[in-house]
């Protein structure tokens, strides 16, 4: 490995130019089987989802960790005053205007990493891959002792206790002291969704603190006395997996009156949705003027900065935004997984077309680091961005996914998710 000190920051060195940490394919099959059972098909995991796990793990500063934070403290400040309440809830809908209490499991922040700063991609409700990620570091291989004592300083224990406080935390705001004994971890035809493993994780991990754990499709539930059945067995709390936060989808409908009714706590909410990961929200956190009505301390609005610049689409500014397009990247509102997201200098005419017909936003391009991987003896530049998966604005785990093309995706050879080490 190359000199640290004359090659410059730690982090960007590590990424560039260490290969001697890769990932233990023995490892973490080994770490799958002794959490899930045979007859779940955990022992071909690896081989049936070859691009989910990177090669290779992301150094990341710890200044830059501690910015990130900031920005995660600013958001959840903002979050919690009645302005900003009632700036966001202008757009939502009227099933997210109800507050039962639960503040949203398992928030995820996307960063990219730039040259100015870690910069806020977007915010995520019911992030992905926080289960995966928790052991994958684990399986991390290294031969140099830089690398290993970088990769020990990052092991912790803390994570399932700390996801066991969050539900907790999410049953008591609702029901109070009352006894939890059950658990569904819904999401629309789970066994055919690419995170499927995750849910058996999740699924184990409900079943290690003695609670009954289900996983089910939203047809599968139903309301009887009260009480949100699944296949004719009592739900206390739903781990809600689903993307549609109206409960307005064909087939979303007893999640919907469940919810509505109180006969469920359910996390993450349409409330949780509303306040964090509705994309218009980041039009009101970029903007300095809109900022200063949110009551935030000096420090949170510059904290604040580190959002780029976001605007809605709106039949008065489409002239100016196609002319500019090679300097931002569009978003719908409600979307999810990188799906209809288009970068403006990729961008067609017709693709501008559709854009202007739904709620897109507007946003400022933040280039995202690079970490280079050495995959079959060649070595690949390839993107990366950074998820802080949170908790009332508290850290769980950090991650990060590896890929090219436009947005984040788990298409690429030697990328995937990746363990962060924090040096």
């Known amino acids: 490995m190359p000199t640290i000190e004359v090659l410059g920051r730690r982090d960007h060195v590590l990424n560039r130019e260490c290969f001697c940490i890769t990932l233990d394919n023995q490892g973490l099959q080994a770490a799958i089987r002794a959490q899930l059972p045979a007859e779940t098909g955990s022992a071909s995991l690896v081989t049936n989802h070859p691009h989910l796990f990177a090669q290779a793990p992301v150094f990341l500063a710890r200044e830059d960790l501690e910015a990130m934070l900031d920005v995660v403290g600013a958001i959840e400040a903002?979050?919690?005053?009645?302005?900003y309440q009632d700036a966001v809830l202008t757009w939502a809908t009227a099933i997210?205007?109800?507050?039962?209490?639960?503040?949203?499991?398992?928030?995820?922040?996307?960063?990219?990493?730039?040259?100015?700063?870690?910069?806020?991609?977007?915010?995520?409700?019911?992030?992905?891959?926080?289960?995966?990620?928790?052991?994958?570091?684990?399986?991390q291989m290294a031969c140099c002792e830089e690398a290993r004592v970088v990769t020990r300083s990052a092991q912790s224990e803390e994570f399932e206790p700390a996801v066991w406080r969050m539900f907790m935390s999410e049953w008591e705001s609702q029901r109070g002291t009352l006894p939890l004994r059950s658990v569904a971890i819904v999401d629309d035809r789970p066994e055919e969704q690419y995170l499927f493993p995750e849910f058996l994780l999740?699924?184990?991990?409900?079943?290690?603190?003695?609670?009954?754990?289900?996983?089910?499709?939203?047809?599968?539930?139903?309301?009887?006395d009260g009480r949100l059945l699944c296949r004719g067995e009592p739900v206390d709390l739903v781990y809600?997996?689903?993307?549609?936060?109206?409960?307005g989808a064909p087939g979303h409908q007893v999640v919907h009156d469940a919810y509505r009714s109180g006969a469920v706590v359910l996390t993450p909410s349409p409330r949780n949705h509303a306040l964090f990961a509705d994309k218009r929200n980041l039009t009101l956190l970029s903007d300095g003027v809109a900022v200063s009505a949110f009551g935030l301390t000096l420090k949170?609005?510059?904290?604040?900065?580190?959002?780029?610049?976001?605007?809605?689409?709106?039949?008065?500014?489409?002239?100016?935004?196609?002319?500019?397009?090679?300097?931002?990247?569009?978003?719908?509102?409600?979307?999810?997984?990188g799906k209809a997201v288009y970068r403006g200098d990729k961008m067609t005419r017709s693709v501008w077309e559709h854009i202007q017909?739904?709620?897109?936003?507007?946003?400022?391009?933040?280039?995202?680091?690079?970490?280079?991987?050495?995959?079959?003896?060649?070595?690949?530049?390839?993107?990366?961005?950074?998820?802080?998966?949170?908790?009332?604005?508290?850290?769980?785990?950090?991650?990060?996914?590896?890929?090219?093309?436009?947005?984040?995706?788990?298409?690429?050879?030697?990328?995937?998710?990746?363990?962060?080490f924090v040096t």
């Open 96 to 139: 997210a205007r109800e507050d039962f209490g639960p503040r949203g499991a398992f928030m995820g922040y996307d960063f990219h990493l730039t040259d100015s700063g870690p910069k806020l991609i977007e915010v995520n409700t019911n992030a992905g891959g926080a289960f995966l990620n928790a052991f994958l570091a684990r399986a």
């Open 240 to 247: 809600n997996r689903l993307v549609d936060f109206s409960f």
């Open 78 to 83: 903002a979050a919690a005053t009645p302005a």
């Open 357 to 420: 017909q739904g709620d897109y936003i507007a946003q400022e391009l933040a280039t995202p680091s690079q970490r280079r991987i050495r995959i079959d003896g060649e070595i690949k530049t390839l993107k990366l961005d950074v998820r802080l998966y949170t908790f009332m604005g508290s850290p769980l785990l950090t991650a990060s996914r590896v890929y090219q093309g436009q947005t984040t995706n788990f298409r690429t050879a030697g990328g995937g998710f990746a363990p962060v």
């Open 202 to 224: 999740a699924q184990r991990f409900f079943e290690r603190q003695g609670l009954r754990a289900l996983i089910a499709d939203p047809g599968e539930l139903s309301l009887a």
């Open 300 to 337: 949170q609005q510059q904290s604040l900065s580190a959002i780029p610049r976001t605007v809605l689409v709106t039949a008065a500014n489409v002239d100016e935004l196609w002319s500019a397009r090679k300097r931002y990247f569009f978003k719908p509102a409600g979307g999810h997984g």
